[in-house]
């Protein structure tokens, strides 16, 4: 018979290497952006986003290759599977929420159609609501 933490650690290994394949598959910004120049966020503003979510995909590829090892490694099968449900639930959210930023900056990029000149400064207000 089969341990039941050892099937939820399997699990939980199966799911963090679907979500670390899934990031490897984003596309990387100026690909999913395609805009005519009137339309389009100032120079440094595209290199701030496209910095911003290239760090992240970094930050959170090195996390969840950690989260992997940790859990790949035999001694861990043994304990409760609960924090480590907890710990991949928080990667998945980060993993959301990188997802979810070039949506944003696809309406930031429509401002800066409608407003040229001010969406530089719509864009500082949501990249330090972000990385503070």
Not at 11 to 18: G, M, V
């Amino acid at each position: 018979m089969v341990q039941t933490s050892s099937i939820a650690y399997d699990y939980l290994l199966n799911e963090a290497q679907s979500l670390l394949a899934r990031l490897n598959q984003v596309k990387p910004f100026t690909m999913t952006m395609p805009m005519v120049k009137g339309a389009s966020v100032s120079n440094n503003a595209l290199a701030a986003i496209i910095e911003m979510l290239e760090k992240g995909k970094h930050q959170l590829r090195h996390a969840v290759s950690g989260f992997i090892r940790k859990i790949a490694k035999a001694e861990m099968r043994d304990g409760d599977p609960k924090p480590q449900q907890a710990h991949f639930t928080i990667l998945k959210l980060r993993f959301n929420s990188i997802l979810s930023i070039p949506d944003t900056f696809v309406v930031i990029a429509r401002a800066a159609f409608l407003q040229q000149g001010k969406v530089d400064k719509l864009f500082s207000l949501s990249f330090a609501c972000w990385y503070g």
